[in-house]
């Protein structure tokens, strides 16, 4: 809750990050669950520019 209130976010268990070794820019987005807890499942992007 501390580091929620200061704005930070964590995410664990992500994969396919050695995809994203050689790019110098991406964005990432993720998409959580709406659901009324301390902490939520969400399916996290890293969009590429082309």
Do not use: C, H, Y
């Not at 704005?7 to 709406?34: H, M, Q, W």
Request: proline residues 4%.
């Amino acid at each position: 809750r501390i580091l929620f209130s200061g704005g930070v976010l964590i995410a664990e268990n992500l994969t396919n990050l050695d995809k994203l070794i050689d790019v110098n820019i991406f964005e990432v987005i993720a998409l959580p669950l709406r659901i009324k807890a301390d902490s939520s499942i969400a399916r996290v992007i890293a969009r590429v520019p082309e």
